[in-house]
């Protein structure tokens, strides 16, 4: 059983930095980290992180415009995959997205990303859609899916 999510505090922005950049292909970096973690700058991004005896091994990033929302980023340690840690953030993030009002929720990803995209397929994402060329890659760019679902029906 996956340990509960909990609202990530300024304080957790190194940590988050750390794992983003031991698992995402494009790290974020601190400042990017910070932005989304000061509530001050009207950005009404949220993260949500899990921590396993102590140490933060999974990460979200979301936020709610208007009656839609977006996932930004989610990431987990490469020690904790499969144990359904990612399903989990993800659940959780629509789950507060949902209270919130949110009626639809969008979300990129790199085509070759088979895991992310399972992930998603699997909380009742479906592609909609191809943005050419969005993300650098090591062979040049790489095209990202889109992925959406409704979220009212729950
Ligand atoms: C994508 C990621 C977050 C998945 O995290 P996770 O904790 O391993 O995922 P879960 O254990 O919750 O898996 C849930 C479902 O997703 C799918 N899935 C996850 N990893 C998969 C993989 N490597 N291959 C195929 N399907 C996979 C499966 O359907 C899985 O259910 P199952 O284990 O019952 O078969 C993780 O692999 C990761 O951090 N990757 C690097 C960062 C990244 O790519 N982020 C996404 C940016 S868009």
Redesign the pocket.
Known sequence: MPPRPRAAQPCDAAALEALDAA???SPWGRRRFDTALDGERGLDEEVLVLEERGQLV?YIVFARVLDECS?Y??????L??????????VDEALARLRERGCRRCL????VS????R??Y??RGFRPDGVRKNYYPGADGREDALLMSRELRNE
């Open positions: 698992v995402n292909p999974g996932i980023n989610v990431g987990v340690s490469g904790c995959r499969r144990r359904g840690f990612g399903a989990c953030l979300l990129e990803v790199r990303n088979r895991a992310a399972e992930l397929a699997s």
